[in-house]
C-alpha cells in the first residue's frame, strides 16, 4: 500500500489561505512567467541597442564574465520586480525562483534551435534583435505548451482549408 503524497505544511496552507485552485495557480505561473520572459528580453534588447551586443552574445552563449552576468541577472530582476508590482519578501521569492527558470528555458531553447551559433556570429543590431524575437518566442513555447489543442501560428502565406458546409 502507498502512502499518499503529503504536501509540505507551508504549501498546503498557502494553498488554503489564497484559496486558489490548482488551474488559477496555472494561470498565475503563466503570467509571472511571461513577465519575467519579458523583463528578460527588454534587458537584452537595452543591451544590444546600447551598442553591448558581443555581451549579450557571450551572454546567452554562456561565456560572459561573472561580473558581466551578475551585472544583467541584476537587471533583470530589478525590471522583473517592477513588472510585477508585489513588495517585499513575497517580491523577492517570486522573483528567486521564476527568474532562474526562465533563464535556463531561455539557454536551452536557444541551444536546441541552434540560435546560439547565428547569434555568435558578428551580425547587425537589427539582427541581433531579430534573433532575440526568435529567442523569446522559443522560449515562451518551453514555457508554456499548448498542449492537445494542435494550435500553431500559420504563416501570413499559407492557403487556409476550404470551410465545411453545414
Do not use: Y
Not at 62 to 82: F, N, Q, S, T, Y
Not at 136 to 157: F, I, N, S
Amino acid at each position: 500500500m502507498k502512502n499518499p503524497i503529503r504536501l509540505p505544511n507551508f504549501l498546503r496552507s498557502a494553498g488554503q489561505t489564497s484559496k486558489l485552485a490548482a488551474w488559477q495557480t496555472g494561470r498565475l505561473f503563466r503570467k509571472a512567467a511571461q513577465s519575467a520572459l519579458d523583463a528578460v528580453q527588454d534587458v537584452l534588447r537595452a543591451e544590444v541597442v546600447q551598442g553591448n551586443g558581443e555581451l549579450v552574445r557571450e551572454f546567452v552563449v554562456g561565456k560572459a564574465l561573472p561580473v558581466a552576468r551578475a551585472l544583467l541577472l541584476e537587471r533583470m530582476a530589478a525590471r522583473l520586480l517592477l513588472r510585477l508590482g508585489l513588495r517585499g519578501a513575497l517580491a523577492s521569492n517570486v522573483v528567486g525562483w521564476i527568474l532562474p527558470l526562465v533563464v535556463e528555458q531561455l539557454l536551452k531553447a536557444g541551444h536546441k534551435s541552434g540560435l546560439f551559433e547565428k547569434v555568435s556570429q558578428h551580425a547587425t543590431v537589427q539582427d541581433t534583435l531579430q534573433r532575440l524575437d526568435e529567442l523569446r518566442a522559443a522560449t515562451w513555447k518551453r514555457l508554456a505548451p499548448d498542449h492537445g489543442t494542435g494550435a500553431e501560428v500559420l504563416p501570413d502565406d499559407t492557403s487556409l482549408p476550404p470551410q465545411l458546409s453545414a
